[in-house]
């Protein structure tokens, strides 16, 4: 279903300087339809943020190509998602072939969003929790994607990074952010690259906003 609205959607992304193709493909894989609320379907393919309920939101597609692109990972990656929302950044990266992590601090949404992945038989690790503190049993990654907006980098998330991998995330204020590509060279040593102009809902937890 609606895959005219997906091919038309992805053509945009590629006009807009999403040049990975295996992000292009992924996102036409994935049915965005089937991450919105039923009363949001109709929209579910134009190139905006929409509600999920529970004060949250799905990104806008652009942000999610222009991410995954970001973290410039290959098929077998192992990639830690901070704020599993919908499910649908996570399912883009699984589609990739990537081995998804993800955590998610709302347990209405991380329930939801559990069933949702299973039903569609789309592997992803699932974890209700705060994010912001990462999640040590599996480090270390070969990408994070921090997909709520912070005040600062996490520590935590820096410190589970592989060496030469890349953590993403949007730090600012909460209504508007600069997408931070941070790549580890070393131990101590991080290059950091910046995307301005991101919206995202806030990162709540222990190295986040606070409630
Ligand atoms: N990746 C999601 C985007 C969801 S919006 C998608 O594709 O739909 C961001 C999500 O981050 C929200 O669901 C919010 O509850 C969650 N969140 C906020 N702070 C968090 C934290 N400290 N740890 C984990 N999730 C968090």
């Known amino acids: 279903m609606y895959e005219n609205e997906r091919k038309q959607l992805i053509a945009k992304l590629s006009q807009s300087g999403i040049k990975d193709i295996s992000v292009l493909k992924a996102m036409f894989n994935v049915e965005r339809h089937l991450f919105v609320p039923e009363a949001m379907i109709?929209?579910?393919?134009?190139?905006?943020?929409?509600p999920i309920?529970?004060?949250?939101?799905?990104?806008?597609?652009?942000?999610?190509a222009f991410m995954s692109?970001?973290?410039?990972i290959k098929a077998?990656?192992?990639?830690?998602?901070?704020?599993?929302?919908?499910?649908y950044q996570a399912a883009v990266l699984a589609?990739?072939?990537?081995?998804?992590?993800?955590?998610?601090?709302q347990f209405d949404i991380y329930q939801m969003t559990?069933?949702?992945?299973?039903?569609?038989?789309?592997?992803v690790f699932c974890k209700w929790g705060d994010g912001t503190i990462g999640?040590?049993?599996?480090?270390?990654?070969?990408?994070?994607?921090?997909?709520?907006?912070?005040?600062?980098?996490?520590?935590?998330?820096?410190?589970?990074l592989q060496m030469g991998a890349k953590l993403v995330i949007p730090v600012g204020d909460k209504n508007?952010?600069?997408?931070?590509?941070?790549?580890?060279?070393?131990?101590?040593?991080?290059?950091?690259?910046?995307?301005?102009?991101?919206?995202f809902v806030p990162l709540i937890g222990r190295e986040g906003w606070k409630e």
Do not use: C
């Open 176 to 199: 508007s952010q600069t997408l931070k590509i941070i790549t580890r060279i070393d131990e101590s040593n991080f290059d950091v690259e910046e995307s301005p102009d991101f919206s």
């Open 114 to 123: 559990l069933k949702l992945l299973d039903e569609l038989q789309i592997r």
């Open 95 to 105: 589609k990739m072939g990537m081995k998804v992590y993800s955590i998610e601090r």
């Open 135 to 160: 999640w040590d049993e599996f480090a270390p990654y070969d990408a994070i994607i921090v997909t709520a907006g912070s005040p600062s980098v996490p520590a935590a998330l820096q410190k589970q």
């Open 53 to 64: 309920g529970f004060g949250q939101t799905i990104s806008q597609p652009f942000t999610v």
């Open 69 to 72: 692109q970001a973290l410039k």
């Open 76 to 87: 077998g990656a192992k990639v830690l998602e901070i704020g599993t929302g919908s499910g």
């Open 42 to 50: 109709q929209h579910a393919y134009k190139d905006v943020a929409l």
